[in-house]
């Protein structure tokens, strides 16, 4: 997923569940972390409040295709990201 926004912080939301795997985030290119969506039950996950330069900025979402030893899948869900531009 690539996503083109104004902004100078952002947070994402995320769906938890057993045959979930692993994703990265960039930004500008950049890794900003690893998320691991792996849970043994369906949820939620969020990540904090991510500071950045204010500005013009491409967010990368990429499926890693790795997993927690405890998943049985690779699969990735997002739900929402919230954008501020201060």
Do not use: C
């Not at 926004?5 to 994402?12: I, Q």
């Amino acid at each position: 997923v690539t996503l083109r926004f104004t902004g100078d912080k952002f947070r994402l939301h995320f769906v938890l569940f057993k045959n979930f795997g692993m994703f990265d985030i960039y930004i500008d290119n950049h890794k900003l972390m690893t998320i691991d969506a792996y849970s043994p039950y369906s949820g939620f996950g969020t990540t904090e409040v991510i500071q950045i330069e204010p500005g013009r900025h491409t967010m990368r979402i990429v499926n890693t295709g790795e997993a927690n030893d405890a998943s049985t899948g690779h699969v990735i869900g997002l739900d929402a990201i919230d954008i501020w531009n201060e």
